[in-house]
């Protein structure tokens, strides 16, 4: 049905962990369950597990054609970091 996986927000070109800060990997809802609420119960689940972490924030990306994927991290909070086309942050 669906599937999410969030790491620590990892180093970056050597620069230290950041503190606070987890990366969503992957958020995956098969077609057949799309438009049900399951992406949206992920992320909620998600948030959940990354707040219990102590992580006040997560990054992901995704792919700039995926609008549906836009959809539901907008409305679940995350805004366009801006720091590349693809790049999203809660």
Do not use: C
């Not at 180093?11 to 800060?21: D, E």
Request: glycine share 16%; no cysteine; proline share 4%.
């Amino acid at each position: 049905m669906g599937l999410w996986l969030i790491k620590r927000l990892p180093s970056t070109f050597g620069a230290p962990v950041i503190p606070g800060y987890g990366h969503v990997s992957m958020v995956f809802v098969h077609p057949d369950m799309w438009g049900r609420g399951v992406g949206r119960g992920l992320l909620q689940g998600l948030h959940e597990r990354a707040l219990a972490k102590g992580w006040r924030r997560t990054t992901l990306g995704t792919r700039t054609s995926n609008q549906r994927a836009h959809r539901l991290y907008e409305g679940q909070g995350y805004r366009a970091s801006g720091a590349r086309d693809h790049a999203w942050r809660w």
